[in-house]
């Protein structure tokens, strides 16, 4: 079984330019999160998503970021007009649809703003 | 505030040592969860223990929760060099199906020859 893949693993971008960021599931799982982590911090939770819904978004900002898992393909974080701020390792996790359950994660995506 | 604080912040042992990292949080919880995150990699969970229980084990990793004190340990046995990393505990309310994870800040553990 194939883990949690999330490309790209090194983003670059350019501040008002816009990065998009993915990540496929383990298979079997049906809920994906996503997590932010600055250097030498803990994981901060952002979006939690089934298929096709957003069940719990209150980690994430409400301007210029969002987040979609649709019915085919992989979940996609998106941020807008990036800037500085958003320098950060972005993590995403996968589980099956069962109650305590350990999430599996990937590797993560390093966005660099220049 | 953060849901877990863990604490030592930074650890250095030697190897065959015994390293023990604790972790508090401030609200009730369904279970608490431990994970392992080397340089530059995701995390890998290491043990769950949900809050009916008291111990748990793993291998050479023993975990406790006291949830009178709100408070859980992590205990490495016989460490290596290999379990040079950071850890994090995460606790986990559950409001459906499956949950978020609420994540301390981590303890960075360094093992010496």
């Known amino acids: 079984n194939a883990g949690v893949m999330q490309n790209p693993r090194h983003l670059v971008r350019r501040r008002g330019q816009e990065a998009r960021l993915r990540c496929s599931p383990m298979k079997g799982h049906s809920h994906v999160y996503w997590y932010r982590q600055l250097p030498e911090e803990g994981l901060k939770f952002m979006v939690y998503?089934?298929?096709?819904?957003?069940?719990?978004e209150s980690g994430m900002p409400k301007e210029r970021f969002s987040a979609e898992f649709p019915k085919e393909g992989p979940s996609i974080l998106r941020i807008q007009q990036v800037v500085r701020g958003d320098s950060a390792a972005y993590f995403c996790a996968s589980s099956p649809q069962r109650v305590n359950q350990p999430q599996h994660f990937g590797d993560g995506t390093r966005l660099s703003i220049l | 505030s953060q849901q877990g604080e863990e604490d030592p912040q930074a650890l250095s042992i030697q190897e065959g040592e015994n390293a023990t990292m604790n972790c508090s949080y401030k609200t009730s919880i369904n279970n608490l969860q431990w994970y392992r995150q080397n340089s530059g990699r995701g995390l890998v969970h290491l043990i769950l223990?949900?809050?009916?229980?008291r111990e748990k084990h793993s291998g050479r990793l023993r975990v406790t929760l006291d949830t009178s004190k709100k408070s859980s340990s992590l205990l490495i046995t016989a460490s290596r060099a290999a379990d040079t990393a950071s850890y994090f505990c995460a606790t986990v309310v559950n409001t459906g199906t499956a949950s978020k994870l609420t994540f301390g800040t981590g303890t960075r553990l360094q093992v010496t020859l």
């Open positions: 998503l089934q298929k096709e819904n957003i069940i719990d």
């Open positions: 223990i949900r809050s009916n229980e």
